[in-house]
């Protein structure tokens, strides 16, 4: 402790009031009188390590006129219900490591400056419901042991609650975060409700004891969490980072003009992602999914790569990369190759070289399995899946029979291919008819001219 502490006891932390020598809360009544008539609004409030009661929070308050300045609250602990409805704090507050037995309510307090409650610790419930920050808050490593409500509070410079404990119910329902709100590494045992929030948020490494419902309308990060119910992301307009995120209970990605990545997570629960407008969804790669259903996406630039699970994902109404058209000339067999367009994976562009280097999780062998196991509900993307599938165990070098298949009818998919090829042998078989049958026409005895059949 760096302040003088109160001269009662060896066991009192309260900051020591002059000339007394005692905290507040040791101060016979006469000369606490005093010192309460000495604060004034806007001034400095120093309680650090006090115990402090609801009567002498009530007089302290009073004689502040409501409106205190720079606030010292560091480990004091607070043993009766905490109201401050309407208080405004004039200057910086600071509660780090102090300890609220009963309600804490900040309902309604404004504060002008920043907030520190960092190690804070609230035995009952804690009310941040409507409060009005201008600076920066934080709650890291705090212990919320009951419910926490959030809901509606402004935040001016952002939130961290970097580590922090929500034992109880939590809820975020309509805060606006300004400069954006850090919950890395923070842990919620029981519900939490971050729906219409505004403002970017980050719950890397976080965990989710129970359900999990997010919602923002500024970029949301769940990299590395971990939920052990269900996992409900609603997102409009923004990104959503879901990267090794592993959920063990059903899992909900609504998109709306805004993008997603999955890479690398784990979802043993059913999941689903959905899109709306302008909704693309980056990477699947080594994503370990049972059941994935994909709705209203742009896939065109999404990775399958290392995908667990491809029987397992069903699409619908998505788009995917189309491959380029056209013939083409190489020094390979067969030396002429022509192509048709189809819908395609992002992962195929890397083997041709179409779109950045080659992924060793993209071999034509894998895509191949990728493209057998995917089930896209429409028989046109389902027609090119299963042409693709062929085309990669082809370029795998899967027997000889596969290239003839795909040079004479496209593996039976192209029959196009297959008449071309027979009007082509017809045509040469007709030209070589038409060439032999015409030396053979001058040599005939009946067309030899008029004066040699006199002889």
Known sequence: MDWVTCAYSAACTGVASRPSGFCLAHLDPEPLAAALGELAPGRLLDLRGTTVTSDLLSRVLEATGRRPGRTRLDRARFTGDVRLSGVTFTGDVSLDGARFDRLASFFGAR???????????????????????RGHVSLDRAVMSRDALFSQAVFGHGLSCERARFDGYATFDGARLGDGAAFRGARFGRTLSFR?????????????????????????TAARARADGLLDVTVTRCGVDLRHVEVKGPTTVRLTDAQADLEGAVLHGPATVSGRGRSVLTSLRQVDAASLELFGLDLSACRFAGLTHPSGVRVKECTFALTPRGVRVSLRWPMLRWFSRRRALADEGTVHGRSGPDDPGASPDRLAALYAGLRPTDSATSADFAFAAMEMRRQAGHGWWLSVSWLLCGYGMRMGRAAAWFALVMALMAAAVAWNSTPHAAQRPDLVPGPALHR
């Open 196 to 220: 219409k929030v505004s403002g970017h948020a980050g719950f890397e490494a976080a965990h989710f004891a129970a359900d999990a419902y997010l919602s923002a309308t500024g970029r949301l």
């Open 111 to 133: 504060f002008e400056g920043n907030v520190s409650l960092a190690g804070v610790r609230f035995t009952r419930e804690l009310s941040f419901h409507g409060v009005t920050a």
